[in-house]
């Protein structure tokens, strides 16, 4: 089916580039300039129009579950590159073991991994996003992985980032990796003529990246804002590889925040601005509101971001983020919800207690906001329960929910069947029976 696809498109688009090629050249020979000019335009328009149109009946394509496979899937890693200075964020490029054909993916999704860590009582399960944009012949996917440090005042003997550091010291080129099917709605659409702006602050760039690549390539003529926040030059990443796509591309506008700039930092060619991605900045960039934005970071970043921009009027809905941690933002204020709510004389209600009972694992414990989600409450009682992401992207947390109802801190990654739900990003609405 797929192969069908690729070569429908890929013949489409040589007979428009020989099409384009021969008036071009035919023209050029009889010397006929200016109506040659004019021709070329016009099929230059043309060749544009069937891009285009190849382009939407991709995306079609694309939705397609036979594309797709279910479960864990074996990808030889092919090639590896760093992609900073500091060669804390390394490229993976991973080709399928068993040679058989890609699935496409939607630029902003992310890839699952089941690693086997040495150590580990189970395969440590992560998240990682698609760092490029999707191509019609699909032979390999690339992921960039930062090196995860302990944090800077955790106690010694703090371990390092499980699985960041997996890949950078243990997968070499030709060593195998199990990977579960591109997901997620963190995801640009291309079909959209919006003007769009992409919000990275570091390593939360990947999918931005993949966006950025695809409208590049799809030679998107939307205006396209892409701010980027990193500490300094030798944490900009893909620095060659933007600064190309802000040559090629004058549709595309980038502007790079340097939080603490070196002395060898080169402002107005390396970095634009000194200080963290700003949103009044962004604000008079942009002088009007009605662009789609993407934003994905760092937790205080995201939170200052979309809030920002949610006070400067921008609908919720034009607002998209992933977090790539645990399910901070948001959170905070759904647990503030669930603190008990104000009746009409201003009177607060008290705390909501809910008792939830943990089937499988026969314990019964009494949630209130303080615990947190479903999955922190299951780890704070010694209850084990399978997780990823923690932000509820991945799907791998997925329980059945045998009595009651829940909340979510926000709107999944992928709506759970009825009658399961995400714990990582759970909150009980009301008493519960969980089958972990
Ligand atoms: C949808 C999605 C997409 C993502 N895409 C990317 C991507 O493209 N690139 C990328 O690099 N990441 C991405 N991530 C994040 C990624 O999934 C991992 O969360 C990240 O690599 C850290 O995992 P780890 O196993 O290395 O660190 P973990 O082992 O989870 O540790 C995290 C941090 O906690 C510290 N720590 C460990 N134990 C303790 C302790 N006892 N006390 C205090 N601190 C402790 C570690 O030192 C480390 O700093 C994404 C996440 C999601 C959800
Ligand atoms: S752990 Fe990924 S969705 Fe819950």
């Given at each position: 089916?797929q192969?069908?696809?690729i070569?429908e498109?890929?013949?489409?688009?040589?007979?428009?580039?020989?099409?384009?090629?021969?008036?071009?050249?035919i023209?050029?020979?009889?010397?006929?300039?200016?109506?040659?000019?004019?021709?070329?335009?016009?099929?230059?328009?043309?060749?544009?129009?069937?891009?285009?149109?190849?382009?939407?009946?991709?995306?079609?394509?694309r939705?397609?579950?036979?594309?797709?496979?279910?479960?864990?899937?074996?990808?030889?890693?092919?090639?590896?590159?760093?992609?900073?200075?500091?060669?804390?964020?390394?490229?993976?490029?991973?080709?399928?073991?068993?040679?058989?054909?890609?699935?496409?993916?939607?630029?902003?999704?992310?890839?699952?991994?089941?690693?086997?860590?040495?150590?580990?009582?189970?395969?440590?399960?992560?998240?990682?996003?698609?760092?490029?944009?999707?191509?019609?012949?699909?032979?390999?996917?690339?992921?960039?992985?930062?090196r995860?440090?302990?944090?800077?005042?955790?106690?010694?003997?703090?371990?390092?980032g499980?699985?960041?550091?997996?890949?950078?010291?243990?997968?070499?080129?030709?060593?195998?990796?199990?990977?579960?099917?591109?997901?997620?709605?963190?995801?640009?659409?291309?079909?959209?003529?919006?003007?769009?702006?992409?919000?990275?602050?570091?390593?939360?760039?990947?999918?931005?990246?993949?966006?950025?690549?695809?409208?590049?390539?799809?030679?998107?003529?939307?205006?396209?804002?892409?701010f980027?926040?990193?500490?300094?030059?030798?944490?900009?990443?893909?620095?060659?590889h933007?600064?190309?796509?802000?040559?090629?591309?004058?549709?595309v506008?980038?502007?790079?925040?340097?939080?603490?700039?070196?002395?060898k930092?080169?402002?107005?060619?390396?970095?634009?601005?000194?200080?963290?991605?700003?949103?009044?900045?962004?604000?008079?960039?942009?002088?009007?509101?009605?662009?789609?934005?993407?934003?994905?970071?760092?937790?205080?970043?995201?939170?200052?971001?979309?809030?920002?921009l949610?006070?400067w009027g921008?609908?919720?809905?034009?607002?998209?983020?992933?977090?790539?941690?645990?399910?901070?933002?948001?959170?905070?204020?759904?647990l503030?919800?669930?603190?008990?709510?104000?009746?009409?004389?201003?009177?607060?209600?008290?705390?909501?207690?809910?008792?939830?009972?943990f089937?499988?694992?026969?314990?019964?414990?009494?949630?209130?906001k303080?615990?947190?989600?479903?999955?922190?409450?299951?780890?704070?009682?010694?209850?084990?329960?399978?997780?990823?992401?923690?932000?509820?992207?991945?799907?791998?947390?997925?329980?059945?929910?045998?009595?009651g109802?829940?909340d979510?801190?926000?709107?999944?990654?992928?709506?759970?069947?009825?009658?399961?739900?995400?714990?990582?990003?759970?909150?009980?609405?009301?008493?519960?029976?969980?089958d972990?």
């Amino acid at each position: 089916m797929q192969i069908g696809i690729i070569a429908e498109v890929g013949g489409l688009l040589l007979i428009a580039a020989v099409s384009v090629r021969a008036a071009i050249s035919i023209y050029s020979i009889a010397g006929r300039r200016a109506h040659a000019n004019r021709q070329d335009r016009e099929y230059i328009q043309l060749f544009e129009f069937l891009s285009s149109s190849i382009l939407k009946k991709f995306e079609a394509e694309r939705e397609k579950p036979e594309l797709s496979w279910t479960g864990k899937r074996k990808f030889r890693v092919v090639r590896r590159q760093y992609e900073d200075y500091n060669n804390d964020i390394c490229s993976f490029f991973l080709a399928p073991y068993d040679h058989r054909p890609l699935p496409p993916y939607r630029p902003g999704q992310f890839l699952t991994f089941e690693l086997p860590i040495a150590g580990q009582p189970q395969p440590v399960v992560r998240c990682y996003s698609l760092s490029d944009s999707p191509t019609v012949n699909q032979q390999y996917y690339r992921i960039s992985i930062k090196r995860l440090a302990p944090p800077p005042h955790a106690p010694p003997g703090t371990p390092p980032g499980l699985s960041s550091n997996y890949f950078h010291d243990n997968l070499r080129e030709g060593d195998i990796v199990e990977v579960l099917a591109p997901s997620g709605e963190f995801c640009i659409d291309q079909q959209s003529e919006r003007p769009v702006v992409l919000i990275a602050g570091g390593v939360g760039l990947t999918p931005l990246i993949s966006m950025l690549n695809a409208l590049a390539a799809s030679r998107s003529k939307r205006e396209i804002w892409f701010f980027y926040g990193v500490r300094n030059r030798g944490d900009h990443a893909m620095y060659d590889h933007l600064q190309r796509v802000r040559r090629q591309n004058p549709n595309v506008r980038t502007v790079i925040f340097y939080g603490d700039p070196t002395s060898k930092c080169r402002k107005g060619i390396d970095y634009d601005v000194e200080g963290f991605v700003s949103v009044e900045l962004i604000k008079s960039l942009l002088k009007a509101r009605n662009y789609k934005f993407y934003v994905c970071g760092p937790p205080p970043m995201m939170e200052l971001v979309t809030t920002g921009l949610e006070e400067w009027g921008v609908p919720a809905d034009d607002i998209m983020f992933e977090a790539f941690g645990p399910a901070s933002l948001k959170k905070t204020a759904k647990l503030e919800d669930a603190a008990g709510e104000s009746d009409d004389a201003g009177r607060q209600e008290p705390a909501k207690i809910f008792k939830v009972v943990f089937a499988r694992s026969k314990k019964t414990v009494q949630w209130t906001k303080s615990m947190g989600t479903l999955l922190d409450l299951a780890e704070a009682n010694g209850v084990k329960a399978r997780c990823g992401c923690r932000a509820g992207n991945c799907g791998t947390c997925v329980t059945p929910l045998r009595q009651g109802e829940v909340d979510y801190v926000h709107k999944p990654g992928k709506d759970p069947e009825p009658g399961y739900c995400l714990p990582c990003i759970a909150l009980p609405k009301s008493d519960l029976v969980i089958d972990i």
